[in-house]
């Protein structure tokens, strides 16, 4: 998980790991040393779902006092708090059931939820068996809070300084894997289906395949538009009570590395 391998970096007992941003924000709120070296790719894959017998609900708005399944403290949760900012709601408009996304799809089955808040591939799984339709797809959660929702590697500082060489020849293939799966559509969905299939999860090809490709793995560099959810989200975690302060983000950032492997 994102927060295993963060305490793993740390700790000392892995040199790199990926992320989202929300949570090298938390880390970096406690202070704690860490480099952000480069991205991984891009793009909120959650979606929000309501039964397929739900006919009429169109937005967030029509949901009110509806029982809510989400991962509480996730990064979709941050998400999510920021897309009720943008429509003018709150999180106590609905009764908010804590759940961990794997067991969202069964919790939805048994009837005991209104609405789910998932991640793929779990949003998916609940479409193909006929259980929810998707009321906000992620583009328009995206588009509507603004919400970039990057995946960061990043690395132990003392390591990095003491290991720069190391650092650059594993961004360089890195950043070659990247390409491959925004080139190799195939070869990719071949190897997470696989993936999926040793997971005990059978998926239809088509879903695996959206399921990776609702994300974006041409953006390697951090741009204003990953600064700007960046900070978003730590102000948001901060309002939430999540950490105790906002971080500086840009003291972080270690760009060199993968600039030097794009050619800049």
Same mark, same amino acid.
């Not at 941050?78 to 709150?90: H, P, Q, S």
């Not at 929702?149 to 003392?158: E, S």
């Not at 890195?174 to 491959?180: L, V, Y």
């Not at 005990?200 to 974006?216: F, M, N, Q, S």
């Given at each position: ?28 709120? @406690? #202070? *704690?040393?860490?480099?952000? =070296? ?8 959650? +979606? %929000?779902?309501? !039964? $397929? ?75 193909? @068996? #006929? *259980?929810?339709?998707?009321? =906000? ?8 809070? +603004? %919400?970039?929702? !990057? $995946? ?93 302060? %906002? ?18």
């Amino acid at each position: 998980s994102g927060s295993a391998s963060l305490q793993a970096v740390i700790g000392g007992s892995a040199d790199m790991g990926v992320g989202l941003h929300s949570r090298v924000i938390q880390v970096l709120a @406690k #202070g *704690l040393p860490l480099c952000v =070296i480069g991205m991984v790719q891009y793009g909120l894959t959650s +979606k %929000i779902l309501v !039964p $397929v017998r739900d006919k009429t609900s169109k937005t967030m708005a029509d949901l009110k006092g509806k029982r809510l399944a989400i991962q509480v403290g996730s990064g979709t949760y941050v998400a999510w708090r920021i897309l009720l900012k943008y429509a003018g709601l709150k999180e106590k408009d609905y009764i908010v059931k804590n759940l961990k996304t794997r067991l969202i799809p069964a919790t939805f089955q048994s009837g005991s939820i209104d609405v789910a808040v998932a991640w793929e591939p779990y949003a998916s799984i609940m479409v193909s @068996k #006929g *259980l929810a339709r998707v009321l =906000i797809t992620n583009d328009e959660w995206s588009r509507v809070g +603004k %919400i970039v929702y !990057p $995946v960061f590697l990043y690395a132990n500082c003392d390591w990095v300084k003491k290991n720069k060489a190391t650092t650059q020849k594993f961004v360089n293939v890195w950043i070659k894997a990247i390409k491959f799966v925004n080139s190799n559509h195939k070869e990719t969905v071949d190897i997470m289906a696989k993936a999926y299939k040793g997971w005990g999860l059978t998926i239809p090809r088509a879903k695996v395949k959206a399921g990776i490709y609702t994300r974006g793995y041409d953006k390697m560099t951090f741009d204003d538009d990953v600064m700007t959810d960046t900070n978003n989200f730590a102000q948001m975690m901060y309002d939430i009570k999540k950490i105790k302060f %906002i971080p500086d983000f840009k003291k972080a950032l270690m760009p060199e590395f993968t600039n030097k492997a794009l050619g800049k």
